[in-house]
């Protein structure tokens, strides 16, 4: 079993629904014994008296665009091949509306907009019980939330419902602002913990002298913590009005319906009388380098450069992030070629956000623990600013435009991902650009990214850490970008992407069409015929291999083979296999984990998938394992390991898994430390690599799920044929779990200067997937704290305490061994951690005496079944679990009886449940952060 290393959730969590919405909402706003002139108007003066009327304007590329009359935009994206629904509604505000003393007033205001409205009180609950992954987001120029369901047209008009209410009703208050204050702070100190976090923070702040994009969105501590609750309201009142919105809703939904039901919500909104505000601060022309120097506690070194570039609308921004990528591609990047092939950095990256205003093109390189940084620095400073001597090439240019445009078209077959994604290009001003600049993206030539280098990569135009006075400055103009309407005056898109079949994933109809495999080496095979979005395949490979003797001593070469697999085999380099994977649109993903499995996973499109299974073959059969490519993995492996030395969350989790593992001293799955972890990849060579890849590439007990538009017989055949002469010499055998029942631990490590702190709670249970009492157990997680919001544990440590960004518990349970693990998990500040751990007892105490209510089942019930239908409506997921069941012997009907055992749980059995597996007396609490320097405060 494996322990969970890096525990968190985004703020929501999964869950679900009941009542109707458009119609409570429409008489929000008035009484039933008002007469006709006294309605709304005179009680909320953002009401409308007469519903606004929707109007059709567009259709690009399968997104039909409308606009309410009240001046709200909307887009509808329909695929009915998916069996969600996405809500997204993208306001025009982030960091960058923020007036002098502000700052962090939008992402607190996001937070505060999940405390109700007036028609919607505990909207929370009303998540989970629908069984809807909902999560909200703020960043420079916009501010998004959604919500992700079951396709259902009662949860789409309580979720349209409660958006157009919570956008002009809120109701947060001046004590709620108080309590999620803590919170908030919490999430500062969480991001205090990471150096390169920190470092961008004072770079942006140092490369902007004006313009607003030099705050961090989470803003000031003194400003979050000291601006009067009424200028949150009016910061409120100010910009979420329908006319500074988008409401995006992509996946299936009935389109007659649901525009019926825009105009019933959000087209009860007043158009407001007063224009929207414009911002006008330019940043100047930067005219002369600039240092920042940034000292904190850490292990590895960083060096990065920040250069101002122009506006996502600008004609040079295509080809800037064209350069972005051939700077930073992983395999044939000049970062990869010039700092870390040679041993000068362990890691690298390069990145330009797409902006509204001018932005910023960042490189960043990751040194080595103990090492001077000099050589690094000036390499780095080099690679960008000698690219005028070190010309770019074609080739160079046309990977990376084939990198971006198959990432595009990749992003575009997933309308909900979609969705999303229009929340950024919605805030640079118009959603059609998002396929406006994947077209200009083709058109990039060489001399257009050799220009932009030269242009903008130069010394005065650098934010790095020091100040050279030069007698002679050149600097980098940023021209203004043409008006959005200008260039998108004539667009109109290209041909929608080819829509899947509409055929929900259920056992029922997974099992009309399953077909199943036993090759004679001995994989399975299970296959799910089905027409995707865009043509494509979903195959997962699961290979077990080896024993514990094969393993021994070899575990970190084992792991390590995994990433190794794609830096070069006996036909293809490392850039030809990059290359390769582009030029076949597709995605593989090569694992390999400590308990001795290969996991590979394809997406790949129908039209070239030969090709793609030969090439996937090709690199599992042939590796070099050049030396200079094991260094590489090993230092960014080494590196990573360093960088968890003094991380409150990994050094809590790490002596969780340290006292809770059984198995003995030289075991492969013996919990090892980083020092031993360490010294292991030191020990990694070619021919170790090689050895253990002979014993254990092996497909002889492999398990394959496929979905796809594939003929079933005949891909089996040659997938067989092709992948059969994998017969590692190792004999399999699996490696059995093996937890220790501990008790009474209490491990509170200091981890100095470090702002935040990590909490797990831990211990065995006697509890599989085939017990008898899983179903109760797993309920009584979900409501105790495994709901996200809902769960008592984010009531109680967030909500009304607010001594925690994020808290929640888990069960790590597997289908055929006998014990799992229990977990809670908690962040704080140093000085809240022993509140957080009294209230955790408290709740233990209460749950454990008073139990939980009918009500409280019921949702969480009904919340599991729903969040199973919502993950099984990914067919990536489903191609895993077509794998796993030939693994574990696991039949699918084991779902339908899993829908059958949830329904028929009682209250009492519940409430056993936790008493019997998570209720202890004697705690074992692992901890780590600053406290001696809490208890000096």
């Known amino acids: 079993m494996t322990i969970i290393t890096h525990l968190t959730k985004p703020r ?43 109007e059709y304007v567009r259709n690009v590329e399968g997104i039909d665009e409308y606009t309410l009359t009240n001046g709200m935009k909307v887009l509808l994206y329909p695929d009915p091949a998916q069996p969600k629904t996405l809500v997204n509604i993208t306001y025009r505000v982030g960091s960058i509306h923020e007036n002098y003393g502000e700052t962090g007033m939008a992402h607190l205001l996001e937070h505060m907009l999940f405390k109700g409205s007036t028609s919607y009180k505990e909207i929370d609950k009303e998540f989970n019980k629908r069984g809807m992954r909902v999560n909200a987001t703020t960043w420079l120029d916009r501010t998004n939330y959604f919500e992700l369901f079951e396709s259902n047209e009662e949860n789409l008009a309580w979720a349209l419902g409660m958006e157009a209410d919570r956008m002009v009703n809120a109701t947060f208050s001046k004590t709620e602002l108080e309590s999620e204050m803590t919170v908030v702070r919490n999430e500062m100190e969480r991001g205090e913990n990471s150096p390169f976090r920190m470092l961008s923070a004072r770079m942006g702040s140092t490369a902007y002298l004006w313009h607003n994009y030099a705050n961090s969105t989470i803003g000031a501590r003194s400003d979050v913590e000291n601006f009067p609750f009424a200028k949150l309201r009016k910061f409120y009142d100010k910009h979420y009005r329908p006319d500074n919105a988008v409401l995006t809703i992509a996946g299936r939904f009935d389109k007659n319906k649901t ?67 051939l700077l930073s591609d992983n395999a044939r990047g000049r970062m990869q070629k010039m700092l870390v092939e040679p041993g000068v950095a362990s890691g690298t990256g390069a990145y330009s956000y797409l902006r509204k205003d001018p932005s910023a093109l960042t490189i960043i390189a990751q040194g080595f623990k103990g090492k001077d940084i000099n050589e690094m620095e000036t390499a780095l400073l080099t690679l960008a600013e000698d690219i005028k001597t070190k010309k770019i090439s074609a080739t160079e240019v046309e990977q990376a435009k084939v990198s971006i445009l198959k990432e595009t078209e990749d992003g575009l077959r997933n309308v909900t991902s979609v969705g999303m994604e229009l929340s950024e290009f919605i805030a640079m001003g118009d959603y059609r650009y998002i396929f406006f600049f994947r077209d200009l993206v083709e058109k990039v030539t060489v001399e257009d990214v050799q220009r932009v280098a030269e242009k903008y990569l130069i010394e005065s135009n650098r934010t790095l850490g020091r100040f050279i006075p030069t007698k002679d400055p050149v600097r980098a103009e940023i021209t203004p970008a043409k008006d959005i309407n200008e260039i998108l005056a004539t667009y109109k898109g290209r041909e929608a992407i080819e829509a899947g079949e509409v055929y929900d994933n259920n056992v029922e109809n997974i099992t009309a069409r399953l077909q199943e495999f036993n090759w004679n080496v001995g994989t399975t095979l299970s296959v799910y015929p089905k027409k995707l979005r865009g043509g494509e395949v979903r195959i997962e490979m699961t290979l077990p291999t080896g024993n514990i003797d094969s393993l021994k001593g070899y575990e970190q070469d084992f792991k390590l083979m995994g990433g190794l697999l794609y830096s070069g085999n006996a036909k293809y380099s490392k850039e030809d296999i990059a290359s390769k994977l582009d030029e076949l649109k597709a995605s593989v993903n090569i694992s390999t984990n400590s308990i001795g499995t290969i996991n590979v996973s394809i997406k790949a499109v129908k039209a070239h998938l030969d090709d793609t299974l030969d090439f ?128 009474g631990i209490d491990s509170w490590i200091e981890t100095p200067d470090k702002a935040n702190s990590m909490l797990f709670i831990g211990h065995r249970v006697e509890l599989n997937k085939q017990h008898p009492d899983y179903h109760a157990a797993t309920v009584a997680n979900s409501i105790f704290g495994g709901s996200g919001f809902a769960s008592r544990l984010m009531q109680r440590i967030r909500v009304k305490e607010g001594y925690s960004y994020g808290t929640g518990s888990g069960l790590q349970l597997d289908f055929n061994e006998p014990n799992g693990l229990y977990y809670m998990r908690a962040i704080a500040a140093p000085e809240n951690m022993k509140k957080v751990v009294a209230a955790y007892k408290e709740e233990v105490a209460k749950a454990a005496t008073e139990g939980f209510t009918q009500t409280e089942v019921d949702n969480a019930i009904e919340g599991e079944l729903k969040s199973l239908r919502v993950s099984w409506s990914n067919d990536g997921t489903i191609a895993n679990l077509l794998a796993d069941n030939k693994q574990l012997k696991r039949d699918l009907t084991w779902y339908t009886e899993y829908v059958e055992k949830m329904n028929a749980l009682t209250l009492d059995q519940v409430n ?18 600053d406290f001696a320097k809490a208890a000096k405060k």
Do not use: W
């Not at 409570?24 to 008296?49: Q, R, W």
């Not at 000292?295 to 250069?307: D, F, H, K």
């Not at 597996?917 to 609490?925: D, S």
């Open 912 to 929: 056993a449940a936790f008493n019997k597996y998570i209720a202890t007396k004697e705690l074992n609490i692992f901890t780590a952060g």
């Open 616 to 743: 996937v073959h090709e690199m599992l059969a042939t590796p070099l394992f050049e030396e200079s490519e094991i260094n590489i993995d090993r230092n960014a492996t080494v590196t990573s390991l360093e960088s968890n030395r003094n991380e409150p969350s990994a050094i809590a989790a790490a002596t969780l898994r340290e006292s809770i593992n059984g198995h003995p001293k030289g075991h492969p799955l013996a919990f090892k430390t980083l020092d031993q972890q360490i010294d292991a990849l030191n020990k990694v060579t070619r021919a170790r690599l090689q050895k253990v890849h002979k014993a254990h590439m092996s497909v002889k007990n492999a398990h394959i799920g496929v979905v796809g538009d594939v003929d079933a017989k005949t891909f089996s055949e040659k997938f067989e044929k092709l992948f059969s002469d994998l017969k590692g010499t190792a004999k399999y055998v699996e490696m059995k779990g093996n937890l220790k029942d501990i008790s």
């Open 12 to 54: 929501f969590s999964l869950a679900k629904t009941l009542i109707s919405s458009a119609v409570v909402f429409t008489l929000s706003a008035c009484s039933s014994n008002s007469s006709e002139s006294d309605i709304a108007v005179k009680a909320n003066p953002k009401m409308a008296t007469q519903a606004a009327k929707i």
């Open 259 to 325: 525009l019926a039901l825009i105009e019933q919500t959000f087209g009860m909104l007043a158009k407001p009388a007063t224009e929207i505000e414009k911002l006008y601060t330019v940043e100047p022309v930067q005219d002369g380098e600039r240092i920042v120097n940034l000292r904190r506690t850490g292990e590895v070194p960083i060096v990065a450069a920040q250069y101002h570039v122009p506006s996502a609308l600008h004609e040079d921004t295509p080809a800037i992030q064209v350069l972005v990528q």
